[in-house]
């Protein structure tokens, strides 16, 4: 007690005896408010170092403190930038994936353009069986086109779904191509009619396919050709299946760095990727079913080829109009996507039954009907997934950090 009330006494002894200040330091003091708070109520620099709040600068001239921003649009823009370099930055097995497929589409389309060019030398595709042929290769070129693109596209999205989907299209385009040395075969052996030529070749007096040995024989020139087709397709696919398991564990990675260790965040994740993949593939078959319609309908009307022919930029719109509305999940964009959608089904229902009323296209029925049932059944599921990710609007993952829906981002 003696101790406290000697140490108040000798604090109020030392505040009296304080000497008074000048007039000079009264007018700095008074002047100068700013910088005697600076040196009454300077924080600590530990009070500095932790602080949250963005950081404060008193101007000598101004007392009112000056807030500074946390960030600035240049480094607004260069987090953007970072960003979108991290989605094109591609692993090695990523880069290996993409390369292997380079080489295949590369090797794949040469021998089927060579393979046409060299048919197309000696007969012309006048008959029904004939067009076939080049239907047959158009659609391999198409599908290699369309192998890479998607692979483009799910490097950049980290779609797992899409991966190994891929891998078994690949490996159907393989066992497809098994199948198309037959049909060329079958083709060459009918014809389904006379046989138009180019020219009787060089060195001899008559077309030596026609005339001489027949038209059966060409297919001795170009056997090796088409046989490699599937010999490649077989060991791009084995190769493709080792890398789709490495690039698994690298997007499952990814994922879990964007959502975390959520569940349900997942789940819904996996449906609007399972519900882009759907549409692609849907949209794949679509421009397959529809150039098999204008090469070989010739019987087709002008009215109905100028409608097989505007439907192909509409169907990519419909496409990037579902993508858009699920990615942003935006409600009544999904109602004109339905709309497109119910339009769209009707339509193939319609290509299908016509397949069966055109004399001109019968020698192909078996390849569109197996195109018209695919497709049917693609848009159908995609109907199904898309109601799915409509029901999941609004439970989180439009917080999440951005997730790439090919095109589109969640985050705007």
Request: net charge positive; glycine share 6%.
């Amino acid at each position: 007690m003696n101790t406290t009330t000697t140490t108040t006494t000798e604090y109020y002894s030392n505040q009296n005896h304080q000497q008074p200040m000048n007039q000079q330091q009264q007018d700095s003091r008074l002047t100068t408010p700013n910088n005697y708070l600076n040196q009454q109520h300077q924080p600590s620099i530990e009070h500095t170092n932790h602080s949250k709040q963005p950081a404060t600068t008193i101007q000598p001239n101004n007392p009112t403190p000056i807030l500074q921003p946390s960030s600035t649009p240049s480094s607004r823009s260069l987090s953007q930038q970072k960003r979108w370099y991290d989605r094109f930055r591609f692993s090695t097995v990523q880069y290996a994936l993409l390369a292997l497929l380079a080489l295949q589409s590369i090797a794949v389309i040469s021998i089927l353009s060579t393979t046409v060019a060299k048919i197309e030398k000696e007969i012309q595709f006048a008959n029904p069986q004939l067009r076939t042929i080049s239907t047959y290769l158009a659609i391999f070129i198409i599908a290699n086109i369309f192998l890479i693109l998607m692979t483009i596209d799910l490097l950049l999205n980290k779609n797992v779904v899409q991966l190994i989907a891929l891998c078994f299209f690949n490996t159907s385009m393989a066992v497809y191509g098994a199948v198309l040395p037959t049909q060329i075969q079958r083709a060459l052996h009918n014809p389904g009619g006379a046989v138009s030529w180019n020219g009787a070749r060089e060195g001899t007096s008559c077309n030596m396919y026609l005339s001489c040995y027949g038209v059966q024989y060409l297919y001795g020139e170009i056997a090796v050709r088409i046989i490699a087709i599937p010999v490649i397709g077989g060991i791009v696919s084995m190769l493709m299946a080792y890398l789709t398991w490495l690039i698994y564990k690298e997007f499952g990675w990814e994922i879990f760095k964007l959502i975390g260790a959520d569940l349900g965040l997942k789940r819904i994740l996996q449906k609007k990727y399972l519900f882009h993949m759907l549409q692609k593939f849907a949209l794949f078959f679509f421009i397959g079913l529809s150039l098999q319609f204008l090469m070989l309908a010739s019987s087709m009307t002008s009215s109905e080829r100028i409608l097989t022919i505007c439907a192909l930029p509409f169907s990519l719109g419909v496409v990037m109009l579902g993508g858009f509305a699920v990615s942003k999940e935006i409600r009544w964009m999904m109602g004109i996507y339905y709309v497109c959608w119910t339009g769209a089904t009707v339509y193939f229902i319609f290509k299908l039954i016509r397949l069966y009323d055109n004399d001109s296209i019968s020698a192909a029925v078996r390849s569109l009907t197996i195109f018209s049932v695919l497709t049917i059944a693609l848009l159908f599921a995609t109907g199904i997934v898309s109601i799915l990710c409509y029901q999941n609007f609004g439970k989180g993952l439009l917080e999440a950090p951005a997730v790439w829906f090919w095109l589109f981002s969640n985050k705007s």
